[in-house]
């Protein structure tokens, strides 16, 4: 991202959320002479469910990183209230969650005949989409929200959630299986925040947590008119560290890990800190603080003080990123977590033999790994900041010098391979001699 057009998205962003603010305030008190507050408050009594669903209009939106920053409905769009309607309406295929807080459930409705999680059609990422596409937005009471997921119960298909690395072609792995048109594949869902917002690999599963998680579940995999063999939840890399709470709640479902070739995912991650704002601030007021590398560290049972030094390269971050989600793999394995790890070059190499052995460990029909092979036909970031076209642009980062050093000694510290030396995860379903 050119400096120029950073700056001007700083300044629009300021300038957003200052009108934004002064909206909600004049709306609030419009609410309280024309009666809608009063329906806002008797909407969450449980006599009132089947009107408890508000919903308003989208005016207008804005984000300042579209890709990175988190669903928060209040900041991303300018609304008109324009009805009471009942939670079911949400049921509808062009209707999708949002966000989920501690008083309501937020969905983004699209337009009728739209499934904004057919990535081909819209975008690559769901909340991207949801943003982008969305025409209304329907909030609904908590207490609705818990009522409306015991009604729809757990999924009536394959469940099956697939961690990543970042940058390793998830992405890809997630619209091979929405091309047969017998799975739904939901990629980063903003709902499934919660992983990684509220949760670390060592907190225990209360009764609020398990609830929110298998509400969530259970709405974001609704029955829809595809009549689907199965579901696909693509995590983002940092909620990975909640999967062991998750395998509590829903057992059956099946574990996927993706992950490539160290290097490259480092050598990517630069680039894409490159490319979205909301990086590039990170890094121009930041730099990555030991507090922060340590934060990691803590999550995957490693002391907070293990890093003495602070991260000063791009590449180091991407790093971190691979060496922290891998190792955490590697953990819930030893602990006997049922995860299988699928690996990116493997499904490049060899489609077919590859999405054949993860449909025969996800108990899914083999033959859809033929009819999966066409979505390499495609980029499948294509049309976002993160194209491959796009990341072109900025220079590969040599892992060389100061950077390899530091690298290496991060790879040091949390005892997996230095970049670019062969590794195969323990569990890989995909590789030729498992096939």
């Known amino acids: 991202m050119r400096t120029s057009r950073f700056v001007l998205r700083c300044f629009l962003s300021a300038c957003w959320t200052l009108v934004n603010a002064i909206y909600r305030v004049i709306q609030r008190v419009a609410w309280l ?5 009063n329906e806002l408050r008797a909407r969450e009594r449980p006599e009132q469910y089947e009107n408890s669903a508000q919903v308003m209009r989208i005016l207008f939106r804005f984000k300042f990183d579209e890709i990175l920053n988190q669903a928060n409905v209040n900041n991303d769009f300018i609304l008109l209230h324009e009805r009471f309607d009942s939670p079911e309406y949400v049921l509808q295929d062009h209707i999708t969650l949002y966000q989920v807080t501690k008083k309501e459930a937020i969905f983004i409705e699209a337009r009728p005949g739209s499934e904004l999680w057919r990535s081909r059609e819209h975008n690559p990422f769901m909340m991207v989409s949801q943003f982008m596409f ?29 961690a990543n690395t970042a940058r390793c072609g998830s992405t890809l792995l997630a619209q091979m299986f929405e091309v047969t048109n ?41 029955p829809t008119s595809n009549r689907e063999l199965a579901y696909v939840l693509k995590l983002t890399a940092q909620s990975m560290q909640g999967l062991p709470l998750v395998t509590e709640v829903f057992p059956k479902a ?11 995912v480092a050598q990517s991650l630069c680039r894409f800190s490159e490319e979205l704002p909301a990086a590039k601030i990170l890094f121009l007021l930041d730099k990555w603080r030991k507090s922060r590398v340590n934060y990691y560290l ?16 791009h590449l180091s971050f991407g790093t971190i990123v691979w060496g922290w989600t891998v190792k955490l793999f590697e953990q819930f394995r030893d602990a006997g977590f049922g995860i299988a790890a699928v690996r990116y070059e493997d499904i490049v190499e060899r489609p077919v033999e590859a999405m054949t052995a993860i449909m025969r460990y996800l108990d899914l029909p083999e033959n859809l790994a033929l009819m999966a092979k066409s979505a390499l036909e495609f980029d499948s970031q294509r049309d976002t900041p993160l194209a491959s076209s796009v990341l072109r642009r900025h220079r590969t980062v040599e892992y060389s010098g100061r950077e390899k050093a530091e690298c290496d000694q991060i790879c040091d510290t949390l005892d997996v391979p230095h970049l670019g030396q062969p590794y195969l995860a323990p569990g890989t379903i995909t590789t030729k001699q498992n096939n």
Do not use: H
């Open 33 to 37: 002479f024309d009666g809608t507050a």
């Open 134 to 162: 969305g025409r209304k937005v329907v909030r609904i009471p908590i207490s609705s929200f818990w009522r409306l997921a015991d009604s729809l119960g757990d999924p009536k298909g394959q469940l099956v959630f697939l």
């Open 182 to 222: 017998k799975i739904v594949a939901i990629s980063e869902p903003s709902a499934l925040d919660v992983l990684s917002s509220k949760m670390t690999s060592k907190d225990k599963l209360t009764n609020d947590l398990k609830r929110l998680i298998i509400a969530t579940v259970r709405v974001l995999c609704k």
């Open 254 to 264: 099946r574990y996927l890990f993706m992950y490539r070739d160290s290097l490259k």
């Open 298 to 313: 803590e999550s995957i049972g490693m002391p907070p003080d293990t890093f003495k030094f602070t991260i000063s390269s």
